[in-house]
């Protein structure tokens, strides 16, 4: 299946044109709340933000990349708030710089749960995978290089991998709480319980590293 051409046409370059785009892509918001991707259109859009079809068009070739502006944004704001976490981080306290990290990035998915939930299910339809891969490397990266100060703290040794596994179980249990269990993501339970699993397994007892395996070799003689 050939995918749907997602780049904007054109840039907005005067005051008058970025709050007509800001406005095309608010109505998106809002019609994709109410309608869901399969029922959102572009005419919709447009009646939503009280614009012409032809005028969404001078910016948008369709929904598809309306959705993937909404990602590009969405994944924008997500690496600002971990990288406004860790920059204000206190480096005597890891501890509490971790719990920030993690309410970094619950918070971002707090601000409309119901637009996540969309965005989430068609990161692959509009070819954000890349977009969403990238973003996750980048802040598992801004994590590892806070926490390398701090490796004899930690009870992994290797710090990239501890970054890695903190920044995908922090990722997946957000991402599933949006599709599955949206009543919790307003709640302050499960940042709590986010932050308890972390940081046990970043500062608990420290683990010995595991001896590689070598393959056995069996004679047939």
Same mark, same amino acid.
């Given at each position: 299946?050939?995918?749907?051409?997602?780049?904007?046409?054109?840039?907005?370059?005067?005051?008058?044109?970025?709050?007509?785009?800001?406005?095309?892509?608010?109505?998106?918001?809002?019609?994709?709340?109410?309608?869901?991707?399969?029922?959102?259109?572009?005419?919709?859009?447009?009646?939503?933000?009280?614009?012409?079809?032809?005028?969404?068009?001078?910016?948008?070739?369709?929904?598809?990349?309306? @959705?993937? =502006? #909404?990602?590009? !944004?969405? %994944?924008? +704001?997500?690496?600002?708030?971990?990288?406004?976490?860790?920059?204000? *981080? /206190?480096?005597?306290?890891?501890?509490?710089?971790?719990?920030?990290?993690?309410?970094?990035?619950?918070?971002?998915?707090?601000?409309?749960?119901?637009?996540?939930?969309?965005?989430?299910?068609?990161?692959?339809?509009?070819?954000?995978?890349?977009?969403?891969?990238?973003?996750?490397?980048?802040?598992?990266?801004?994590?590892?290089?806070?926490?390398?100060?701090?490796?004899?703290?930690?009870?992994?040794?290797?710090?990239?991998?501890?970054?890695?596994?903190?920044?995908?179980? @922090?990722? =997946? #249990?957000?991402? !599933?709480? %949006?599709? +599955?269990?949206?009543?919790?993501?307003?709640?302050?339970?499960?940042? *709590? /319980?986010?932050?308890?699993?972390?940081?046990?397994?970043?500062?608990?007892?420290?683990?010995?590293?595991?001896?590689?395996?070598?393959?056995?070799?069996?004679?047939?003689?």
């Amino acid at each position: 299946m050939r995918q749907a051409k997602t780049t904007p046409r054109k840039p907005p370059r005067q005051a008058r044109s970025r709050a007509t785009v800001e406005a095309i892509l608010e109505a998106t918001i809002r019609v994709l709340i109410t309608r869901g991707y399969d029922g959102a259109t572009t005419i919709a859009i447009a009646a939503r933000a009280g614009v012409s079809v032809g005028s969404l068009y001078q910016y948008f070739p369709n929904k598809e990349a309306l @959705v993937a =502006a #909404l990602v590009d !944004r969405h %994944v924008g +704001e997500l690496l600002a708030c971990t990288e406004q976490a860790l920059a204000a *981080a /206190e480096l005597g306290d890891p501890r509490a710089t971790v719990r920030a990290f993690i309410h970094a990035g619950i918070e971002a998915h707090r601000i409309n749960p119901a637009l996540h939930k969309v965005l989430v299910e068609q990161v692959p339809r509009v070819g954000r995978v890349a977009v969403a891969m990238d973003a996750s490397r980048r802040i598992a990266a801004q994590l590892a290089a806070y926490l390398a100060p701090h490796r004899r703290m930690l009870a992994v040794r290797d710090v990239e991998v501890a970054a890695f596994v903190v920044e995908t179980a @922090v990722e =997946a #249990l957000t991402h !599933r709480v %949006v599709i +599955e269990r949206p009543d919790l993501i307003s709640t302050s339970r499960l940042e *709590a /319980e986010a932050a308890d699993l972390v940081i046990g397994y970043l500062f608990g007892a420290r683990r010995a590293a595991r001896p590689r395996r070598h393959a056995t070799r069996t004679s047939t003689r």
